[in-house]
């Protein structure tokens, strides 16, 4: 794991290294967030930061704020089973129900 104090006070952190410490601190999601924040600040396409961020806020329970995430995610990847499978479980977790089922509906044809 990254030293996340030597990484921060380093002006010339790359984005892989703050999303490394992002994923560290996955437990503790609202600091994880400030770091998915961070890389894409520097990287407003990096894909491992917008699933990332989507997961947490899903995880926090915001599944609204997560969405667009998932949606920026999949304009980059339209194929990524695994936004597709968050973004249909965050549209369900809100009841929205029909549209759930057209994301999950196009994973299948990718697995």
Request: charged share 25%.
């Amino acid at each position: 794991m990254i030293d996340s104090f030597q990484v921060l006070s380093n002006k010339s952190t790359t984005s892989e290294q703050l999303l490394e410490i992002g994923e560290s601190l996955y437990v503790e999601v609202t600091e994880a967030i400030d770091y998915y924040n961070k890389v894409l600040a520097l990287d407003p396409n990096n894909t491992g930061a917008l699933y990332d961020k989507g997961l947490a806020l899903d995880v926090l329970g915001l599944h609204r704020d997560a969405i667009p995430y998932y949606d920026k995610l999949l304009s980059v990847e339209p194929d990524n089973i695994n936004a597709l499978i968050n973004k249909g479980s965050a549209l369900a977790d809100l009841g929205r129900y029909s549209e759930a089922i057209e994301y999950f509906d196009k994973v299948l044809p990718l697995i």
